[in-house]
């Protein structure tokens, strides 16, 4: 499949700050970035860094007053939609490095806690298939609500209030499949069928020694997310991180098949 893309970030910056933005597609050998244009607008600074786990790119900008940076591309995804149902579970001792991190409790994601529930709930099942029903469970039993979360919502938040966006459903969906030993590890992506278009986020999981891409939204299939980054939760994937205080002015996102 190829989507065409395009992001417009712009935001008022009170005084002169460092912002750290990824909103790139990543080059991978299930992916390719065709024709790509990255404007940082007017910056003083401009430098490349890799990203978390060597998957895309992070650049360091510093703006004065205004940040209005655009990104334009075409993205060709070679990545098929495998049947998770019929996936193995790695077992935990046999886990290569690349996906131990991703086993721990983080800021947003404290899968600790989840432990009794994952067991009670979906403890007859294991690998892709008790992924497969996690998914399925979270996408039918939570409400897509823009609004109704905010930055500092956790895993455990939303899995009181059954309510929120793409990076919320992701987090309980992390939070559970760690919880059964499972590597889980967020992603922001582009995806054609998000509703309303933005930015999203789903999910990877450690299965039969790889990765592989599940939405507990329902909203994007592994053949049609153009992956942009990974980390351990929204802290490691946020398209703009400040330092400084900045102020949203207009947000643009388009995503449709090429």
């Not at 299930?30 to 607008?41: C, R």
């Not at 290569?96 to 007859?124: I, K, W």
Request: charged share 20%.
């Amino acid at each position: 499949m190829r989507l065409n893309v395009s992001a417009t970030l712009d935001y008022g910056i009170e005084a002169p700050a460092d912002l750290l933005v990824q909103i790139e597609a990543a080059a991978m050998p299930d992916q390719s970035v065709i024709g790509a244009k990255f404007d940082p607008g007017q910056t003083a600074h401009l430098h490349r860094i890799a990203a978390e786990d060597g998957v895309g790119t992070r650049v360091w900008l510093h703006c004065d007053q205004r940040l209005i940076c655009s990104y334009n591309a075409e993205i060709r995804i070679d990545r098929s939609d495998p049947d998770l149902s019929t996936l193995s579970q790695d077992p935990v001792h046999q886990l290569p490095h690349e996906a131990v991190r991703y086993l721990m409790a983080s800021r947003f994601c404290p899968s600790d806690e989840f432990q009794s529930f994952t067991d009670s709930q979906f403890g007859h099942l294991s690998g892709g298939a008790f992924v497969d029903a996690v998914a399925r469970w979270i996408e039918t039993r939570f409400t897509y609500a823009p609004g109704a979360s905010q930055a500092t919502t956790t895993a455990i938040d939303t899995f009181v209030s059954r309510r929120g966006i793409c990076r919320d459903y992701a987090h309980v969906m992390i939070s559970l499949a760690r919880a059964a030993a499972i590597p889980a590890r967020m992603v922001s992506c582009y995806a054609p069928r998000v509703t309303p278009q933005d930015f999203h986020a789903v999910v990877q999981v450690w299965l039969d020694g790889d990765w592989r891409i599940v939405d507990p939204t329902g909203m994007a299939s592994a053949s049609e997310t153009a992956i942009i980054g990974v980390g351990r939760d929204a802290a490691d994937i946020a398209f703009l991180t400040s330092y400084g205080w900045v102020t949203l002015k207009d947000q643009r996102i388009t995503v449709s098949q090429a």
